[in-house]
Nanobody, 120 residues
């Protein structure tokens, strides 16, 4: 079983910054990618940013130029640096990991979510 522990959410004023962190632990054979999704009440969960173990990153159009995703050398921790935050960035943010199993299968896990509130 894999656990994802998220941290870094909170309340920030418009134009401010936050950094989200997600640590993956447990029975991990290999990680294909890690990323962040967000989901506001009544809306579908959407991709914010993701990064593969090879370093390829992709972003939602709404956050390009403001958010940066990165990972540590062990590739078990993913970070989301969030700058120039806007009220519309207010959401619950969920960490996601896409795994490969020891026999070549695929699996995925979700964190419990961390709330980001952007308000004056």
């Amino acid at each position: 079983q894999v656990q994802l522990v998220e941290s870094g959410g909170g309340l920030v004023q418009p134009g401010g910054s936050l950094r989200l962190s997600c640590l993956a632990s447990g029975s991990i054979f290999a990680i294909y990618s890690m990323g962040w999704y967000r989901q506001a009440p009544g809306k579908q969960r959407e991709l914010v940013a993701a990064i593969t173990s090879g370093g390829y990153a992709n972003y939602a159009d709404s956050v390009k130029g403001r958010f940066t995703i990165s990972r540590d050398n062990a590739k078990t921790t993913v970070y989301l640096q969030m700058n120039s935050l806007k009220p519309e960035d207010t959401d619950v943010y969920y960490c996601h990991v896409d795994l490969t199993t020891g026999w070549g299968g695929r699996d995925e896990y979700w964190g419990q979510g961390t709330r980001v509130t952007v308000s004056s």
